[in-house]
């Protein structure tokens, strides 16, 4: 059973910076695709950014320059550094795991940003 737990949400003010957590129950292998989601009150959910074999990432527009998605295989970690922080980042986010065909998400942790 793969559990992902996130964990560093929180209340910031715009221009801020946060860094979730994200702990995996399974041992993360480098063809692992981790990931960030989020979802805003009302809105669909949307990738927020990717991490594939250790080093190669992908971001969405809107976090471009201020996100930064990193993992540590060793300890089952990945995390995403947000500095900059927008009111339009206050979101649920969420942690996924993706190995092969099978994709699982973490219970997700609330970011709020007031402007």
């Known amino acids: 059973q793969v559990q992902l737990v996130e964990s560093g949400g929180g209340l910031v003010q715009a221009g801020g910076s946060l860094r979730l957590s994200c702990a995996a129950s399974?041992?993360?292998?480098?063809?692992?695709?981790m990931g960030w989601y989020r979802q805003a009150p009302g809105k669909q959910r949307e990738l927020v950014a990717t991490?594939?074999?250790?080093?190669?990432?992908n971001y969405a527009d809107s976090v471009k320059g201020r996100f930064t998605v990193s993992r540590d295989n060793g300890k089952n970690m990945v995390y995403l550094q947000m500095n900059s922080l927008k009111p339009e980042d206050t979101a649920v986010y969420y942690c996924?795991?993706?190995?092969?065909?099978?994709?699982?998400w973490g219970q997700g942790t609330q970011v709020t940003v007031s402007s």
């Open positions: 399974v041992i993360i292998f480098n063809f692992d695709t």
């Open positions: 991490i594939t074999t250790g080093t190669t990432t």
């Open positions: 996924t795991l993706s190995r092969g065909n099978l994709h699982y």
